[in-house]
Every structure is written in structure tokens, then in C-alpha cells.
């Protein structure tokens, strides 16, 4: 009887369909920027090189982090309809392109495959705005926990699909998803938008036509940027690496390190409603569960330096990086639909998010020359060290919280 009451109601209901297409195009997003990642191994053995695909990813990750900065601000000018598909189009265009040029043209490929990066930067901050604007405040974090975890679980779904296929064919797999969901979401956001369950500028007053930074401030944005570039290293940087970690680091086969990537990245993958579960087991208090997460994260990486056993490595990295990602969580699916009274979602959340993918972009380059020079071992204690700063952070902000009651 309880579920038939939900479904009756109708923001519920209206909840659910906004949150089901944002989470299936926020799949075929991740799905298609988790290729590289998981055909690294392939395209190894094919004679590319490590400092290659290292470069490559770097300028996939600056061009995404300055596409997030832009294309964040256009999002509260623009509808989401035309911002989200033109976005999912183009990245499936330039991204088949680049499975065609790499062989060619490496140095052109790049950024070629830069610019599926700025497009893909085109879907989540118009996303969170239509989200934030158009379901009530507990709908929307249930519905950015549907495309978090659909973010998670892109890379186990291009794990699975690079498992069965040659590199150069999960790049026309990925662009062919991507292409498909553009048309889905164009028809789909028009459907919406006909029958009033979208609309846009809802929030948008003469008195908020402008950014106001010193209320962002007063709102911790400071704090929460940390956060971001923290958490951003580890969920789209590490996560980049792990299946040549698995393979150099630990000694499998790159047949093996894919699957096991795969059945990793879709156990964090869960960490999405495990982040919940833990908030409102803590009384739906921000700060406490974030400052949990980053404690775990910290002690799990530890352990990855300290345990050299393949297994033990193994299940102590994925539980580290989920405890990382639960913070994560906290960011997108509780910091900014919070956010949706300034009328400045999209804007606020390209920003983070660029900051976010500066840090990897930065740091991607950073592990790939480190793992010769200094090793994966202590590559991993840097990593220990970014989660530090993470518990670091949050820690004033639950202090006050706690002086507040």
C-alpha cells in the first residue's frame, strides 16, 4: 500500500522520470570516459605508451574542467534539452574519431579526444540544475544519488565491454551509446518539458541575476572546493590507473586486470546508496558522514601500502576508494541541490566540478611519471596523504556543527 501512496504523488512521480533519464545519460557519459581507462592495458601491448595515454587523459581532464567552468554558466541560460543532447552528440562524434586518429596522428588524437571531454563536460551541471529546480529538496538528492551511482558504474561497464572487444571497437560501442541517449534526451526533455514536469528559471529573481560569491562563502564553497579537488584525484585519477596498477603493480594479466577492474568498479559502484544509508544512519548530518568517509579512506590506503598480498591489496584499494567516493557522494547528491534558492546550481557545479578535473588533469600526469621514478608504493602514501587532508578539512566544519547544537 505504501508504494502505490508514493507513486501518487505526483513530484514523486515526476521525481522519478526527471531522475531515470538523467541517470541513464549520465551512464552513457561515464561508460564512454572509462574506455580510455579500461583499454589502457590493450592499447599497452599494442606499443603505446604509458606517458601517452598519460598525456592523453590529462588533456581529456583539462579540457573537461574548463568545458565543466563553461558550460556550467551557459547551463542557467540554456535549456537542458539543448545543452545535454548537443553535448552527448558531439562527444560520440569526436570520440569514435579518436579510436581512428590515434594510430595515424597521436599528437592530433589528443586533443581531439580533448574535445569529448569539453563535450561530456556539457551533461552534469544543466542536469543538477533541472534536477534541484524541478523536484522537492529529498527528490532531488535521491535523484543525484541515481546518476552518482550511474557515474560509478560506468567503469565497470566499460570493464565488462572492453573484456569482450578490441580497443579500437568498445571507442564505436561507447560513441554509438552516446549518440543513441542524444536522441533520447532530446525527445524525452521535450516530452517534459511539454507536459510542465521541467521548467526552467524557477529560482531566478532580479535580486539573483547576479553570482553572489560572499553567499557562497558563508555556505562553506571554500571547504567544499578542497573537497572536490580531493575527492575528484581519487574517484576519476586512481580509478584511471587501477587497472595498470593491477597489472604492474600486483602482476596480473591484462585480461585479468580487466575483469578484476570490472567486478572493483562495480562493488565501489555501490557505494552511492551505501553513502546514504551511512547519512541517514547519522541523523542526515553532512559533516559527520564526509569526516567518516575520509577517516576510512585514510586507513585503507594505508593498509594498500602496508598489505602486499594481491588479494588483501586488492579489497583494501576498493574499500578505500569507495570510502572516498562516499564524501564524493555527499558533495553532488546533499551540497549542491542545496544549493538550487541562489538560481545558480548549473554555474556553482561546473565550478566545482572544474576544479574537480584540474586536479586530475594535474595529477594524472603527476602519477604517471611517478610510478617510474618513485614508484607505485610510495604513490600509494601520497594518496594516504590526500585522504588526511580530506579529514583535515571536513573537521572544522563538524566542530562547528557541534558548538551550533
Not at 526533455?189 to 553570482?211: C, D, P, T
Request: charged fraction near 10%.
Amino acid at each position: 500500500m505504501q508504494k502505490i501512496q508514493i507513486f501518487k504523488n505526483k513530484k514523486a512521480l515526476h521525481a522519478v522520470y526527471i531522475g531515470f533519464l538523467c541517470s541513464l545519460s549520465y551512464l552513457a557519459v561515464y561508460f564512454a570516459r572509462n574506455i580510455l581507462s579500461t583499454t589502457t592495458p590493450q592499447m599497452i601491448n599494442d606499443g603505446y605508451q604509458e606517458a601517452y595515454i598519460g598525456q592523453v587523459s590529462s588533456v581529456y581532464f583539462i579540457f573537461y574542467a574548463v568545458g565543466q567552468l563553461i558550460n556550467g554558466a551557459i547551463g542557467d541560460r540554456i535549456k537542458a534539452r539543448y545543452m545535454i543532447s548537443t553535448g552527448l552528440l558531439c562527444a560520440g562524434i569526436t570520440n569514435f574519431i579518436f579510436s581512428k586518429t590515434v594510430g595515424v596522428s597521436p599528437s592530433v588524437a589528443q586533443y581531439i579526444y580533448g574535445m569529448t571531454g569539453f563535450f561530456l563536460a556539457m551533461i552534469y551541471a544543466p542536469m543538477m540544475k533541472v534536477v534541484a529546480e524541478n523536484t522537492e529538496p529529498i527528490y532531488a538528492t535521491r535523484c543525484s544519488l541515481g546518476f552518482t551511482f550511474a557515474s560509478f558504474f560506468g567503469s565497470p561497464l566499460a570493464g565488462i565491454v572492453a573484456s569482450f572487444f578490441l580497443w579500437q571497437n568498445v571507442f564505436a560501442i561507447s560513441s554509438a551509446a552516446l549518440g543513441i541517449m542524444a536522441i533520447f534526451v532530446f525527445l524525452f526533455f521535450m516530452l517534459f518539458e511539454k507536459h510542465g514536469i521541467v521548467q526552467y528559471n524557477q529560482y531566478v529573481s532580479e535580486e539573483k541575476s547576479r553570482l553572489d560569491v560572499r553567499e557562497l562563502i558563508q555556505r562553506r564553497i571554500i571547504r567544499f572546493t578542497v573537497i572536490s579537488i580531493i575527492t575528484g584525484v581519487v574517484r576519476t585519477t586512481v580509478v584511471f590507473w587501477m587497472p595498470t596498477y593491477i597489472s604492474q603493480h600486483l602482476g596480473f594479466s591484462a585480461e585479468s586486470s580487466a575483469l578484476i577492474f570490472t567486478v572493483s568498479t562495480f562493488i565501489i559502484s555501490l557505494m552511492a546508496f551505501v553513502s546514504v544509508f551511512v547519512y541517514e544512519l547519522l541523523k542526515r548530518n553532512l559533516e559527520k558522514t564526509m569526516f567518516l568517509m575520509f577517516s576510512f579512506a585514510t586507513v585503507f590506503f594505508a593498509l594498500v601500502f602496508f598489505l602486499k598480498q594481491p588479494v588483501l591489496n586488492i579489497i583494501c584499494l576498493v574499500l578505500a576508494i569507495m570510502s572516498s567516493n562516499g564524501a564524493a557522494s555527499m558533495l553532488w547528491s546533499r551540497y549542491c541541490p542545496s544549493l538550487r534558492d541562489t538560481g545558480r546550481v548549473s554555474t556553482v557545479t561546473g565550478f566545482l566540478d572544474f576544479v574537480s578535473y584540474i586536479a586530475a588533469a594535474i595529477s594524472s600526469t603527476v602519477f604517471a611519471n611517478a610510478v617510474s621514478t618513485i614508484g607505485w608504493g610510495n604513490l600509494i602514501l601520497i594518496w594516504v596523504l590526500l585522504m588526511a587532508a580530506g579529514v583535515v578539512t571536513v573537521f572544522p566544519m563538524l566542530r562547528k556543527e557541534t558548538e551550533e547544537q
